[in-house]
């Protein structure tokens, strides 16, 4: 799509905050898919507690920016910096990556020498207890009502349409940014020396390298990167409740790291883009079949209806299929083509032998 026609469809009556919306939540899952590909496609670690660290890091913007508790009728929380926007806003996004990276220091100091299977499951574990934490300790979040007065820099003098195009314009630049860092990265010693521990971590041992530190370093990176998203996504939303980071989330970016690529941060973005704006474009697709029936032929809107009797006559189904389709687009992409679109397939062959 041309920017020409972007701009076209932006400006058009009520799909100028849909498209936008759909932009900028994708490029805030691509910064979580490259937090993950650092994690998986550089390193080989089986992370399935991603989502804590993005959690983490809205958390953390939210409570730096939040009023106290004493401004706000029926707050629990004890903890709200008030820090003014917009200037307050750097100082929250880091305050985001910085929770992040330690949360995944934290974590990672527990499971980072467990290999394969055993790393994925306590992740997983670690990041259901983190989220427990989150919405039992109501003294410092809320519990489960959340922080719902985040402040979204810049929104009060500007129409709603403006503030979301000027927003997702940041959001792009701060997702360019940690693109840049990251590629320089990967192409670093230092990454070549990530994909040394992928590859083979006893070969590595015999360099005298520090496995562990290695990992944890790696933990870091791309905890920082996906407290960093938690961060714009925060100011984004305007809340952050505990519900809105389930581990749902963390498949979602899996789905989007291996349909984009593994060990690819091109197709890390690409990915997240082609997932969220698969799930976005098909959210409404029972509205098209209604509006169909409207604007068809009489004889069309009858092969119509006989095509979609079989399935339930309910509200949700149809776009609930789209869940369906991203399940079975997952298992082709990983049956014909494991790379994914962006990706190449030597190193999928890598992380393939160091898990058997």
Not at 227 to 239: F, M, P, V, W
Request: hydrophobic share 50%; charged share 10%.
């Amino acid at each position: 799509m041309s920017v020409i026609n972007l701009i076209i469809l932006i400006s058009l009556p009520g799909w100028g905050s849909f498209i936008l919306t759909a932009l900028t939540i994708a490029a805030i899952y691509s910064l979580l898919t490259l937090g993950l590909n650092i994690h998986y496609g550089y390193t080989g670690l089986i992370n399935f507690g991603h989502v804590a660290f993005f959690s983490a890091g809205a958390y953390t913007a939210a409570l730096l920016t939040v009023p106290p508790a004493a401004q706000t009728v029926g707050a629990e929380y004890i903890f709200g910096l008030n820090l003014p926007m917009p200037l307050g806003l750097p100082i929250s996004l880091i305050g985001a990556a910085i929770a992040g990276g330690l949360l995944s220091i934290c974590i990672g100091m527990t499971s980072a020498r467990l290999s394969s299977h055993y790393l994925a499951i306590a992740t997983f574990a670690l990041a259901g207890i983190f989220s427990s934490v989150l919405e039992n300790e109501a003294w410092l979040t809320n519990g489960s009502f959340g922080l719902n007065n985040v402040p979204r820099p810049g929104r009060a003098t500007m129409g709603a349409t403006e503030w979301e195009l000027l927003y997702f314009i940041f959001v792009v630049l701060m997702l360019v940014g940690v693109l840049i860092v990251l590629t320089r990265l990967s192409n670093s010693p230092f990454g070549r020396l990530l994909k040394g521990v992928r590859e083979n971590e006893d070969a590595a041992k015999m360099l005298g390298k520090n496995i562990t530190q290695v990992k944890l370093t790696s933990f870091a990176i791309g905890g920082a990167v996906a407290g960093l998203a938690g961060g714009l996504y925060a100011h984004y939303i305007g809340s952050v409740v505990v519900q809105q980071f389930v581990p749902s989330v963390t498949f979602t970016i899996w789905a989007a790291l291996l349909l984009g690529g593994v060990a690819s941060n091109s197709g890390a973005i690409l990915g997240a883009f082609l997932l969220v704006g698969f799930q976005e474009s098909t959210r409404f697709l029972t509205n098209i079949y209604d509006g169909l029936l409207v604007v068809l032929p009489e004889i069309m809107t009858s092969v119509l209806r006989v095509a979609v009797q079989p399935f339930p006559d309910h509200p949700s189904f149809v776009p609930s299929l789209r869940f369906v389709v991203i399940g079975v687009l997952i298992v082709f992409v990983i049956r014909y083509r494991p790379e994914g679109v962006l990706g190449d397939s030597r190193e999928i062959e890598a992380i393939g032998e160091e898990e058997q």
